[in-house]
Antibody
Framework: EVQLVESGGVVVQPGGSLRLSCAAS????????MHWVRQAPGKGLEWVSL????????YYADSVKGRFTISRDNSKNSLYLQMNSLRTEDTALYYC????????????WGQGTLVTVSS | QSALTQPASVSGSPGQSITISCTGT?????????VSWYQQHPGKAPKLMIY???NRPSGVSNRFSGSKSGNTASLTISGLQAEDEADYYC????????????FGGGTKLTVL
């Protein structure tokens, strides 16, 4: 059974930093591209970032580019999101998601971890 | 970066069919057959319902179907059931220089 478990979400002040983690199990982690998607309270889904199976390619939404860094450790079946210079508008539930057999389709999602940026 | 355009809400009675549209551009929906649809119940993670415009993952009811014409993709749910009430999001691969995936704003489906 595929499982994705996010952690690391907390309350942080504007300008602060945070590192989210996603522990994966139930599939061959290093075969798949992985994504982060966020959802602000009461709002829709917003794609944040992706990383290729080997970490060689990364992409970011303009809203986080230069502030967030996605990475992975295939030896630990783990995905990460380093978040710097946090803003109040980064407040959201952050999901990690596995890309399926087709480009950009996300076939498994975690339950999310809540990041609140507030003074 | 503009999100794909979806109606804010749709509704239907049990047993009826409804269609949710998702309009993009030639750089996303119209240019590639990489449109997906997700269902999200309150407090739950999104669930993949359709990928590659019209393919259903294993375990998804055949009451859900997808299609595309030009820059607009559509999700049709036939034989509406109470448990179909949820938010639905479309997404597409995009050839934007920085973005890779773009989501629609979401559609709230109410089963009357």
């Amino acid at each position: 059974e595929v499982q994705l478990v996010e952690s690391g979400g907390v309350v942080v002040q504007p300008g602060g930093s945070l590192r989210l983690s996603c522990a994966a199990s139930g599939f061959t982690f290093d075969d798949y591209t992985m994504h982060w998607v966020r959802q602000a309270p009461g709002k829709g889904l917003e794609w944040v970032s992706l990383i290729s199976w080997d970490g060689g390619s990364t992409y970011y939404a303009d809203s986080v580019k230069g502030r967030f860094t996605i990475s992975r450790d295939n030896s630990k079946n783990s995905l990460y999101l380093q978040m710097n210079s946090l803003r109040t508008e980064d407040t959201a539930l952050y999901y990690c998601a596995k890309e399926g057999s087709s480009w950009s389709s996300l076939d498994y999602w975690g339950q999310g971890t809540l990041v609140t940026v507030s003074s | 970066q503009s999100a794909l355009t979806q109606p804010a809400s749709v509704s239907g009675s049990p047993g009826q069919s409804i269609t949710i549209s998702c309009t993009g551009t030639s750089s996303d929906v119209g240019g590639y057959n990489y449109v997906s649809w997700y269902q999200q119940h309150p407090g739950k993670a999104p669930k993949l319902m359709i990928y590659d415009v019209s393919n259903r993952p294993s375990g998804v009811s055949n009451r859900f179907s997808g299609s595309k014409s030009g820059n607009t993709a559509s999700l049709t749910i036939s034989g509406l059931q109470a448990e179909d009430e949820a938010d639905y999001y479309c997404s597409s691969y995009t050839s934007s220089s920085t973005l890779h995936v773009v989501f629609g704003g979401g559609t709230k489906l109410t089963v009357l």
